[in-house]
């Protein structure tokens, strides 16, 4: 990995841990920062050693969202302001990959996740966060847009009729809110959201990651098929999997009664 500015990356047996890295601006996302994030990314894509990847921050935050003082401010002159309105071509190039990663990525939310921090949080497969998490969709408190598919994402996860709460009033909900909605899948004790993370990435690095992927495509597609469109495309995916070694390797691991040895082959 290259040396970042904004970001800290390390690997964690079989998950590459990326943190957000602005403290002095609890995180909060800039060009830069999301630029070297979809880097580190990309390269844990095409590497076989990692099967899943986790989004972090640190104590205090997750992420606070956009950056006021810079993409948001009214200071930027009218041509910046309209280029970055109509392309924002890294903010929604991130969002964009992230969504489409085909292993596994897992939000570990410690303190805020505000604006783009949760819409970011939303487009991982999932989220866990600690009992200092604090999340919410906060842009009309400002009387800005969230721009990174924030509405469309917290109607997924919660229903339209929460999502249009949230995103109306721009409340900030607390952990246990965020778990009981399924923004969360779990709730830590504070400081122990990565802990977390991780230990559901050392399990899913037991499966077989050829498998994970196909399933995470059926999952991502669940909602634009019907179920006997679903059963065809999932009988295609089973299918191609007959041909991998990894097929091979893990009906033989059972048999001898041992932890299967997945290469992604």
Sequence with gaps: MPDYSQIRTSVTGGAGVLRLFR?????????????????????????????????????????????????????????????????????????????????????????????????IALRCDFAVGSETAQVGLTEARIGLFPILGGAWSLARTVGSRKARELAYTGRRIGADEALALGIFNHVTPPGRALDKAVEIADEISMCGPLAVMAIKQAINRAHEQSFDQALAAGGDLSALLMFSEDRNEGLKAFLEKRDPEFRGE
Excluded at 28 to 55: F, K, N, P, V
């Design 23 to 119: 403290p002095e601006a609890r995180n909060a996302l800039t060009d830069t920062m999301l630029s070297e994030a979809r880097e580190a990314l990309q390269s844990w894509e095409a590497d076989r050693a990692i099967t899943s990847m986790i989004l972090t921050g640190d104590d205090s935050a997750f992420c606070a969202g956009g950056d006021l003082k810079g993409t948001a401010s009214r200071a930027m002159p009218p041509f910046e302001t309209y280029r970055h309105r109509h392309t924002a071509a890294v903010w929604h190039g991130f969002v964009r990959f992230l969504g489409r990663c085909t292993k596994p990525v897992i939000a570990a939310v410690e303190g805020h996740a505000l604006g783009g921090g949760l819409e």
